[in-house]
Each structure stands twice: as structure tokens, then as C-alpha cells.
């Protein structure tokens, strides 16, 4: 599984970079990517105006574009990525890369991390396509919640630092506009703050309306 990656990629000798909560990550000369060990990060890409925001966390790998790069030998890369809490990254060289691509087991895992990524972007994605931003909101918190949260006696914890801010950025709303919508939550029940200021959420995942077909489907 992806944590298990990380630590198979930390016992190889992998150089780890320790980062502070609202530190960006230096990207390390001839890295072919990292894995995060502990913590986690944002990764943000300015596009024709607009932010896209990725969040990372124990066992994600992530994969750098190799084909630009610096006179050191660094990847150019569009993504910034910064540390949301304190977090440590291990990098991903050559031997390291070599040895895991080598390995079934460590490069299935590989595999596996990316499937996950890209499954959960685009799920994310959808979420922030409905039209109610507390729907937006909600959708995106359970998403994160199953890939990063666990299940505690309050209620399912997102086990991910938010502040209002970055769920505007993963939503594509303003701060203003989610500090309303999440009070609105808050007084409907459905979310909460823990005492160490991670978000609580209460009841059941959100269901998604039946379509035609399948309404037509459950009738026939």
C-alpha cells in the first residue's frame, strides 16, 4: 500500500527534506519526484488566471516532469507545493527510483498511488461543479475525509488541516463565500470543529440523486 512506499523509500537512503507549516517545498537537483512521509501539502498551478489545488498526504508519490529543467538539474515544474502542517518528503533519485521500479510489490504500489490520485482529482472535480457552494463544500470535506479522514467517536474527522481559504481554492468560491456556507453547515448539524481545529463531519456521506435510467431501471 502507498505507506508502506514511504517506508520502504525512507529505509533505502532516500534524502528527506523537512518542511514548516506554510514552507514551499525546494525542488531537489535530479529528483525524479518524492513521496510524502509525514504531514501534508498543497500542490497549486496557476492557469490562465485560475488556481487548480491538489492536497497530498502520508504514502503520496508524487511524479515530477523531467523534460525542462534547470541548470542544476532540478525539474521546472508549473506545481508549488507547500506544506500545510509540518511535513517530511523523501526524494525520489535514481537508486531509489531504480530499486522501487525493480521491486513488484513497491511498483505496484506505485501504480496503485497514482490510480488513487487521479481518482480522487477527479471526483473532487465533480464536487466542485454543484451549484450550492455548502453543497460543494460538504462534498469536497467527505471526499477528503475517505482519503485522508478516520472515524472517531464525534463523527468522521478530516484528517487534513482546511482553513477557509484553501476550500475556497479546491471549491472555486471567495473566503467570504465559504466562512457563510460553512457556518450554514455548522448550524444544520452537519459539520463541526474538533478541539484541535480539524473538521468533524456528522452523519452520512452525501447520496447522489438517481438518474432517469436508473429510476426507470429500479421500476422495471
Avoid at 505496484?108 to 482529482?121: D, F, G, M, N, P
Avoid at 477527479?122 to 450550492?132: D, G, I, K, V
Amino acid at each position: 500500500m502507498p505507506s508502506s512506499l514511504a517506508t520502504a523509500v525512507v529505509n533505502l537512503g532516500a534524502p528527506l527534506t523537512d518542511l514548516d507549516e506554510g514552507e514551499t517545498l525546494a525542488i531537489a537537483p535530479a529528483s525524479r519526484g518524492f513521496v510524502v512521509v509525514s504531514g501534508h501539502l498543497s500542490g497549486r498551478v496557476d492557469v490562465y488566471g485560475g488556481t487548480g489545488i491538489e492536497l497530498v498526504g502520508h504514502g503520496d508519490v508524487v511524479l515530477l516532469d523531467r523534460r525542462g529543467s534547470d541548470a542544476s538539474g532540478a525539474p521546472t515544474a508549473a506545481t508549488r507545493w507547500t506544506a500545510i502542517d509540518s511535513a517530511q518528503v523523501a526524494w525520489l533519485q535514481d537508486a531509489s527510483w531504480g530499486a522501487m521500479l525493480r521491486h513488484p510489490a513497491w511498483s505496484r504500489a506505485l501504480i496503485e498511488s497514482q490510480a488513487q490520485r487521479v481518482e480522487h482529482l477527479r471526483s473532487m472535480q465533480a464536487a466542485s461543479t454543484l451549484t450550492r457552494v455548502d453543497d460543494r463544500i460538504l462534498g469536497a470535506m467527505w471526499l477528503l475525509a475517505e482519503r485522508f479522514g478516520q472515524v472517531t467517536p464525534e463523527g468522521t474527522l478530516v484528517g487534513i488541516p482546511l482553513a477557509h481559504r484553501l476550500i475556497g481554492e479546491l471549491i472555486g468560491a471567495r473566503r467570504p463565500t465559504v466562512t457563510t456556507a460553512v457556518s450554514k453547515l455548522a448550524a444544520e448539524g452537519l459539520l463541526s470543529r474538533s478541539r484541535r481545529g480539524r473538521w468533524v463531519l456528522h452523519g452520512s456521506p452525501p447520496q447522489a440523486p438517481a438518474t432517469d435510467a436508473a429510476i426507470h431501471s429500479l421500476a422495471g
